[in-house]
């Protein structure tokens, strides 16, 4: 440790990302990256804005990618904040939504970053268990709280929680916001997007880098009302949507209809070949694997967005 960090920074334990292996054509399922390529309508929109206007700044609000995002959920784009990977939505997030005097809830087992961003941001956490065949019960959420948060389906079990659980819990927490974070909601399940109306305490967290492909081009969301919205595009400094996304991503129709039939066709692809290599483990949770073995998973628990 140096002697010029900061006491906060020597208190942390640092996320430890995915080995990156110098290899070719490999499939690396410690980051989940995509096997399959991205919209070739995304490519060539991405090629059209590889000319002499990159010396250009990006728009830093991002409104073409808001209303794509906004236009496929049929939301508003006041309702859409972009970040450069969810990564940086959910630091964001972390620092406008979830600081308070309550703990902060999230599962025992899931995405290794929340204690990581509780540490660098001061945010007192608390972890509810899982159950013995790693489902979440909405049930235990229901204590004093801060806020909460977890993936759907949760990272690394791979357990869908069924929307009207979601709902059911948004219902009787009221006062602080759920934040769910859906960076492989495309590989089954239903969004939580459809509840934003009826519930402002609900925050939405997606990626572009897992079923659109796009990890390489970093684009994070986070779709809600303005009352969950607003507080994250204030910490977002120097600009009012956060460091502004890259014009390369700006123009890639974030999750839009021009690329939908590619998308489909990829979350179809992986979910067959997931059925293909273990034919006999449900693809929507590890059930199979008993509950004593939970501890070693703690390490690295990643989903990476």
Known sequence: MSRYWSDVVQRLTPYVPGEQPKVDDLVKLNTNENPYGPSPRVLEAIR??????????????????KQAVADY???????????????EVLAHVFHGLLQHAEPLLFPDI???????YSGLYGIDYRTVPLTGDFQIRVADYLQ?????????PNAPTGCLLPLADIEWLLERNRDTVVVVDEAYIDFGGKSAVAL???????LVVQTLSKSRSLAGLR?????????????????????PAGWPLSRTATISNGPGRPSST????????????????????PISCLSAIPATTRAPWRADCGSGG
């Open 262 to 281: 590619a998308g489909r066709r990829s979350r179809r692809d992986c979910r067959r070949s997931a059925s293909r290599s273990c034919p006999r483990r």
């Open 110 to 116: 899931t995405y290794s970053f929340y204690p990581v």
């Open 196 to 202: 934003i109306e009826r519930y402002p305490n609900l």
């Open 219 to 239: 684009i994070g969301l986070a779709l809600g009302s303005r009352t969950a919205s607003i507080p994250i595009r204030s910490t977002g400094w120097p600009l």
């Open 48 to 65: 059209a804005e590889v000319s002499e206007s990159l010396r250009l700044y990006p728009d830093p609000e991002s409104e073409r990618l």
């Open 144 to 152: 004093p709280n801060g806020g909460m948060i977890f993936p759907n």
């Open 73 to 87: 959920y049929a939301i508003r784009p006041g309702q859409v904040f972009v970040g450069n990977g969810s990564d």
